[in-house]
Nanobody, 130 residues
Framework: QLQLVESGGGLVQPGGSLRLSCATS????????IGWFRQAPGKEREGVSC????????NYDASVKGRFTISRDNAKNTVYLQMNSLKPEDTATYYC???????????????????????WGKGTLVSVSA
């Protein structure tokens, strides 16, 4: 079964930084818009950020805008989420998702509302605590 693999999670103090990676060795990500989602215990999954196939379009949830930066390196078949100024409320399991030819979906909604997500990862845990 094809899937994405997230890495880079961990425990960090408030104000700290982490960089998450989303990659796969099973298929090329070139034609997929990629989104980062998170789910905290007892809460619904929410979209955090997404990026278009070429990287020229990105979208952020208001809660992370100015602190998180999404990027992609298609040569390395990897998408990154740089997270700075982390807050305890950022604590969650972070998932990446792939939407084939999903540039318009990403531009329209960071949650990819109404779109079909083709692949998900299993998630990486981010804990922000003193």
């Amino acid at each position: 079964q094809l899937q994405l693999v997230e890495s880079g999670g961990g425990l960090v103090q408030p104000g700290g930084s982490l960089r998450l990676s989303c990659a796969t060795s099973q298929f090329t990500l070139d034609n997929y818009a990629i989104g980062w989602f998170r789910q905290a215990p007892g809460k619904e999954r929410e979209g955090v950020s997404c990026i278009s196939t070429s990287g020229d379009i990105s979208n952020y949830d208001a809660s992370v805008k100015g602190r998180f930066t999404i990027s992609r390196d298609n040569a390395k078949n990897t998408v990154y989420l740089q997270m700075n100024s982390l807050k305890p409320e950022d604590t969650a399991t972070y998932y990446c998702a792939a939407d084939l030819f999903g540039d318009d979906d990403c531009a329209r909604s960071v949650n990819f509302e109404g779109a079909t997500i083709d692949y998900w990862g299993k998630g990486t845990l981010v804990s922000v605590s003193a």
